[in-house]
């Protein structure tokens, strides 16, 4: 602990105990314990550090007005205190212990219902319970029964808290398996046999009696062994275990009997943890098929889902699982997805008479939806039919749903209809069918699924989210596409004139969703070719339809997601044609002019943000200048110094950031041939953000191969000339510190590549001397040269030179001037910058000593009535 810290810990102690009353900042409290918890892990010993805090427990408990936070911090600190078995001693001789969690006193004091209370004593005693002393302690006071009786608490955070500390006691003092090295448990953390044998007792017991539910009111209590059984069984060694398994079986059993629903899914997590540990248990394996043969149809589904998830390699019980998930997709839809002969021919009548109710339809589609992907990629001979089935069942219930085919089984009529227009069924198949596309056989329905996508897409009635999946699941099968011959003009048109319609559609999430589709189609171009017709996936799909001009009306949308979706989808398009150094289209320049709009005047951050990433895409993809792309070249330059130029100045700390990662580009094309220069200093990730012009990858700059024959200060002037030094110092005293942090690594890396220290480097030096950049005389100019005067009188008073001429001409809101930029760099203090940024304010405000300071100013505050507490960030 630090010295400054335990000065003032006294004083906080004070605090607490004089008052008894919580914190301004309610949490204070937890923040303290935070930091002793961190000295206690770090094997520090808090009594040892700080003796005072024995005292302010005793006070706390015994004051009768105390808060009952601070009761509840008073509760949870003895416990940490008393983790190890030295500090035990210590506070028992006390006798805190048995005041602290004395719980007839905590009753008498009416203070037992408040949840803060209860709360407190229950992770008191968790924080304890690391030695047998504490466990000897525990069952000695009997706290067992009122432990088992909080499982049960109003409160769901005491119940499971509760749940938590009773695994903790059976699983931390369990015996030590045959095999494992008894050092792994740590010298002396085995319990008396007496004391163990009490508790599992107790507990084991308490599951006995409490699993099966009495009454109806009693289904929670139920519930909440379940989970705790299930919790224990995941765990437990194999003498606990077993003993568990002995103790609870029966009631499993009859618990599996009765077929309560709210108790199917935590019967199912105790019977598959207790597969997962006992293996080929008999008995477990037949409570297991008991489940998967429940008699009520809605429970079925859910256990067989349950159990498919867990994905134990069980053939017999796998095949049954996939079965019974199948049953309602073979019922809706007529599919033949069960063979001629059905095991689940029993559960067919109850079934269809549940998938009557619509609510339950619509609840047992979904999870049988949901579950087809896995369900096909189960092996041949657990599989009842072809997967290719699969998917022909959920293009089926897709028709169904959008009432284009009604159900071809007979009888089934009352069923069908209560699929149709459901957006929930609709949503859940068209997940599925788009994570289908890696099915054995998938591809033989790849025309019927872009047709039925397609229909949805037409479809009036399809609420913005279903549009949105119809989307997602085209471009995944046109993903998996290598022969686009199926496309025929009919359906060719088809897609043209809906994404047309769509483009304008009234909802602007309808949009936003279609413009995203065409930028991710023309992303898939770049990867996927059509072997028969050797055209890339857009034009297979759209045809002569360009989408260019349908996503420059979409930079005029009112609203700014559809503008930021329309500036990525344009950058994806375009791509390909940079790659290329393809000659510049009539259009690009306006849709140049209309990006540097947007940038300078739309009010939205999600724009400008995709603005830049535009021109950071162009730059990283154009092709090296040549005769053919020179206009396109020179259009990119050109639109780069603005770009840079507003980029620094926007008030959005991610559009600048945005804008460094520009400049970034630019030094490495200029640099990337010098020795010593490190290109990507931190790497070009792009931004996660949804509407980032690339995602998830690094920015890779085609670099032009190119001899440096002037030497580095031609570059070093091009930089400059091009606005990328401005950028770099504007970003330095940016007051947003992912902005000054990037910066000042990249000025690091630019001084460290043009302004060399070594001997050998005096004549470059003294020739990059010559390259000067302007600063204004305000905004962020007037900060870096108050950087550099002070630098200067630095110097000045070192050396008793007063030569300062050309920066005293640069007051505040004057003129600019002309500075050296390597006697910029290495006059601004980079490096002990990058400290401080890197550091960030956590180091000041997020500590301990801050916190301490916090809590006496705040009680010093309070004692005068009208005055604000302030406490900071910490």
């Known amino acids: 602990m630090d010295r400054e810290c335990a000065l003032l810990l006294p004083g906080v102690c004070a605090v607490l105990a004089g008052s008894g009353s919580s914190l301004p900042d309610d949490t204070s409290l937890e923040k303290l314990l935070d ?6 892990e770090a094997g520090g010993s808090l009594l040892e550090a700080c003796p005072c805090l024995l005292k302010l427990i005793s006070t706390v408990v015994h004051n009768a007005a105390s808060d009952p936070g601070v009761l509840s911090f008073a ?8 983790a190890t078995e030295e500090s035990f001693k210590t506070i028992q001789e006390h006798s805190v212990l048995n005041e602290v969690f004395n719980l007839q006193h905590w009753q008498e004091a009416g203070l037992w219902e408040d949840p803060c209370l209860r709360i407190g004593w229950i992770q008191g005693l968790r924080s304890m319970l690391q030695h047998p002393k504490a466990l000897s302690f525990f069952v000695q006071s009997e706290f067992i029964d009122p432990l088992l009786q909080l499982q049960t608490d109003t409160s769901l955070f005491i119940a499971a808290a509760a749940n938590q500390m ?35 007792k107790s507990i084991s017991g308490y599951l006995q009696e409490s699993l099966v539910p009495k009454e109806s009111k009693n289904v929670r209590q139920s519930l909440q062994t379940l989970k705790l059984l299930a919790l224990l069984l995941a765990q437990a060694g194999p003498p606990l275990r077993d003993k568990l398994l002995q103790t609870v079986g029966d009631s499993l059993e009859e618990l599996v009997a009765a077929g309560s629903s709210e108790l199917t899914l935590p019967l199912m997590d105790v019977i598959l943890s207790a597969c997962s540990s006992s293996g080929t248990d008999e008995r477990i394996t037949r409570l297991l098929s008991s489940m998967l043969n429940i008699n009520k149809p809605a429970d079925l589904i859910h256990a067989a889902a349950a159990f498919l998830r867990r994905g134990h390699h069980d053939t017999v019980h796998t095949a049954r699982a996939v079965r019974i998930l199948l049953l309602p997709l073979d019922i809706m839809t007529g599919q033949t997805l069960l063979g001629s002969i059905s095991t689940a021919d029993e559960h067919q009548f109850s ?28 092996p041949p001979d657990v599989l009842p039919c072809l997967p290719v089935s699969i998917v022909t069942a959920v293009l089926s219930l897709l028709k169904i749903c959008s009432g284009s085919s009604p159900s071809s089984s007979t009888g ?58 119809s989307y997602q699941a085209l471009l995944k099968w046109t993903s998996v596409c290598t022969d686009f011959s199926f496309i025929t003009d009919q359906l060719r048109h088809d897609l043209v004139e809906v994404v047309k319609k769509r483009v304008c559609d009234m909802r602007w999430e309808v949009k936003d969703s279609t413009v995203e589709f065409l930028g991710h189609l023309a992303g898939v171009c770049d990867s996927i070719k059509a ?30 997601y559809v503008r930021a979706s329309a500036i990525s989808a344009l ?60 206009s396109s070249s020179s259009l990119l330059m050109q639109s780069v110094r603005s770009v840079l130029s507003q980029g620094r100045a926007d008030l959005d700390w991610e559009v600048k950031v945005h804008t460094l990662v520009l400049a970034e580009l630019l030094l490495d094309e200029a640099f990337s ?55 770099l110092l504007s970003g330095l005293v940016d007051c947003d510190r992912p902005v000054a942090l990037k910066a000042c690594r990249l000025l690091i890396t630019l001084r460290e590549t043009v302004c060399p220290l070594s001997l050998g480097a005096l004549d470059a030096s003294a020739a990059m001397a010559t390259v000067s950049c302007e600063l204004p005389g305000c905004g962020w100019g007037r900060e870096i040269i108050k950087i550099l005067k002070m630098k200067k009188s630095d110097q000045a008073k070192e050396e008793d030179i007063a030569d300062q001429r050309g920066l005293n001409g640069a007051e505040e809101g004057g003129d600019g001037v002309c500075v050296s930029v390597c006697e910029a760099l290495r006059s601004l203090g980079l490096d002990e910058r990058m400290e401080v940024l890197t550091q960030s304010s956590d180091h000041i405000h997020n500590s301990p000593l801050s916190l301490l300071q916090d809590i006496l100013t705040a009680s010093a505050t309070h004692t005068k009535p009208g005055e604000e507490v302030i406490v900071d960030c910490y």
Not at 578 to 600: D, F, H, N, Y
């Open 35 to 40: 930091w002793f918890t961190g000295i206690t």
């Open 75 to 82: 509760l949870r600190l003895t416990g940490l205190l008393a």
């Open 166 to 200: 009773l695994a903790h006691i059976l699983l931390f003092f369990q015996s030590v398996p045959p095999g494992v090295d008894k050092k792994e448990k740590g010298d002396g953390m085995t319990p008396s046999s007496a004391d163990y044998t009490a508790v599992v």
């Open 351 to 378: 079934v269809v008479e549940q998938l009557k109710s619509k609510s339950s339809c619509i609840s047992m589609i979904c999870v049988c939806l949901s579950n087809t992907p896995q369900i096909t990629l189960t």
């Open 412 to 469: 089934c009529s009352e069923v069908s209809r209560n699929v149709i227009g459901s957006g929930k069924v609709q949503k859940c198949a068209l997940e599925a069918l788009g994570t289908l596309t890696s099915s054995p056989g998938a591809k033989e329905r790849i025309s019927e699924v872009f047709t039925v996508l397609i229909q949805y897409l037409e479809n009036p009635d399809s609420d913005p989210t279903v549009l949105h999946k």
């Open 531 to 560: 072997a028969a017709e050797g055209r890339d996936a857009s034009e297979a799909l759209l045809g002569a339809c360009s989408t260019t001009p349908l996503l420059r009306e979409a930079l005029q949308d009112s609203e700014s």
């Open 571 to 630: 950058a994806k398009t375009l791509t390909h044609r940079w790659q290329q150094g393809a000659t510049l289209t009539e259009e690009e320049p306006e849709i140049v002019s209309r990006l540097l709009e947007i940038l300078s005047q739309d009010s939205e951050g999600f724009p400008r943000r995709a603005v830049v990433q535009y021109f950071i895409s162009w730059y990283s993809s154009h092709s090296p200048p040549s005769s053919s792309s020179s």
């Open 673 to 727: 041939g010098h020795p010593g220069y490190k290109k990507g200093s931190d790497s070009h990730h792009a931004s996660p953000h949804a509407y980032g012009v690339v995602s998830e990858q690094a920015y890779t700059l085609h670099t032009h191969t190119a001899t440096h024959t002037e030497g580095a200060e031609s570059d070093l002037a091009v930089v400059v000339e091009q606005g990328v030094v401005s950028v």
